[in-house]
């Protein structure tokens, strides 16, 4: 039952991608509309955390949010450039890369010969899994030519990971509550998309329906917190990265990309590398 508990992170992280590609719009919309669901979860924490609040988790937290958004808004450009499929496991294993050299470069992290051995090794698997997943059927790349923007997907990860990185780094450099910081950290996100949409005109019906995507996003959140007490910090980690299967497989399966049998291929083996990664880092942790 508590193991159960702890996957739901991974399924309503999982289905993000998902859900947002079946209720429509464009980026600016979907991240406008997901971070105001994620304001309406910050607004429930609130009331059921009951959190201590200060200058620093206010200060903190809304740049962190403002680091989410360009993380967020990043990762649905790549989504419409390169698939769902491709990049929800490259833009996971390539976070959990950043994350992890953030750690032994500012918080000394790694410091022991186990630690760095198997860090090491985490890497490497993880890098493994991003390159396995982004390989292409050589044989239909004029044809998937035509349809993906393979340079901008990858413009968008390098910017959403930089993002992504900074907005868990930031948390951890303030050295502040987590469940204190989901108010002003929702706050901060709702800013960011504004910024980002600014003379878009991103309000409308697609943008209200993507607020559902954001509440999914807060369910993942508040069951996170739920699940480290009963199971521990390393597996609630390592079970959340197991969403990348619901992305990968559901955007194949249920969005219709198009892989050939060999993308097949590479894309099961890159996820299972990748959540290997992310596994040996919960351990970890």
């Not at 630690?115 to 396995?132: E, N, Y």
């Amino acid at each position: 039952m508590v193991i159960l508990l702890a996957l739901i992170p991974a399924i309503c992280w999982g289905s993000i991608g998902l859900v947002s590609g079946k209720l429509g719009g464009n980026s600016y919309q979907q991240t406008l509309g997901m971070t105001v669901g994620a304001l309406l979860f910050g607004i429930f924490s609130l009331f059921y955390f009951h959190p201590h609040y200060s200058l620093m988790i206010w200060g903190v937290g809304i740049a962190s949010g403002l680091f989410w958004a360009v993380g967020q808004f990043k990762q649905f450009q790549s989504m419409k450039a390169i698939g769902i499929s491709v990049t929800v496991p490259v833009s996971t294993g390539a976070q959990l890369v950043f994350q992890s050299l953030a750690g032994v470069i500012l918080f000394n992290e790694w410091n022991t010969t186990k630690t760095l051995s198997m860090g090491t090794i985490a890497m490497i698997i993880l890098i493994l899994g991003i390159v396995m997943t982004s390989l292409r059927d050589n044989a239909k790349r004029d044809t998937r030519a035509r349809t993906y923007n393979t340079g901008a997907g990858v413009r968008a990860i390098i910017f959403s990971t930089l993002g992504y990185t900074l907005y868990t780094v930031i948390v951890e450099l303030g050295n502040v509550n987590s469940k204190s910081v989901l108010l002003p950290q929702s706050i901060g996100m709702v800013i960011g998309a504004l910024l980002f949409a600014a003379g878009k005109h991103p309000f409308g019906k697609p943008m209200a329906k993507n607020i559902i995507t954001g509440l999914v996003w807060g369910v993942g959140n508040f069951f996170m917190f739920m699940s480290i007490p009963a199971v521990g910090l390393a597996i609630s980690y390592s079970l959340a990265q197991s969403g990348i299967i619901i992305s990968t497989f559901g955007s194949i399966f249920l969005l219709g990309e198009h892989k050939t049998r060999k993308e097949m291929v590479y894309v099961t083996v890159g996820s299972v590398l990748v959540i290997a990664g992310s596994a040996i880092l919960g351990i970890m942790k």
